[in-house]
């Protein structure tokens, strides 16, 4: 987001399209995945493996079942509650607090689009990016008659 203002990022992401919140929902890859892919982060979706960072459940382990992009929230597999008349419901978990373990390639889409993105950083990563010279500001000269004498 481009604004730094609180209330502008809270507006932004609450009226964010589908589109955007899908992008919003990256996870970062575990070291084996990074190594493979050439990617950091990458939005996850059901079907994937994840392990989970941060909270109580920290350390559990599971697939993802559900995806909820209203609320900003991933249900795992085996990361539940029990209710008091004895049912088990997920736990809602934001997808920033979870790492994943095992992407699902099953669809052909996700393949391709991880295929090119992996092949665009290797080379980006060949090529040093070149450094533009800084351009100077032409500064006006003040003469007599501009200051006002």
């Known amino acids: 987001m481009k604004t730094t203002k609180p209330n502008k990022q ?5 009226q964010a399209s589908s589109s955007e919140r899908y992008r919003m929902f990256s996870a970062p890859l ?4 990074k190594e493979s892919h050439n990617k950091n982060s990458v939005p996850v979706r059901s079907g994937d493996t994840v392990t989970i960072m941060r909270g109580d459940r920290r350390g559990s382990e599971g697939k993802v079942q559900r995806i909820d992009r ?3 929230r991933i249900f795992v597999e085996g990361v539940d509650r029990e209710k008091v008349d004895g049912t088990k419901i997920l736990i809602p978990i934001h997808p920033s607090k979870v790492m994943i373990t095992r992407l699902n390639l099953d669809d052909k889409w996700r393949k ?5 993105k992996s092949l665009t950083q290797a ?4 090529e040093p990016p070149k450094k533009e010279a800084k351009k100077k500001r032409k500064t006006s000269k003040r003469t007599k008659k501009s200051e006002g004498t």
Not at 10 to 14: D, S
Not at 30 to 33: A, E, G, P
């Open 10 to 14: 809270r507006k932004k992401l609450h």
């Open 30 to 33: 575990s070291s084996k995945l």
């Open 70 to 72: 209203k609320n900003y």
């Open 112 to 116: 391709k689009t991880m295929e090119r």
């Open 123 to 126: 080379i980006e990563e060949e």
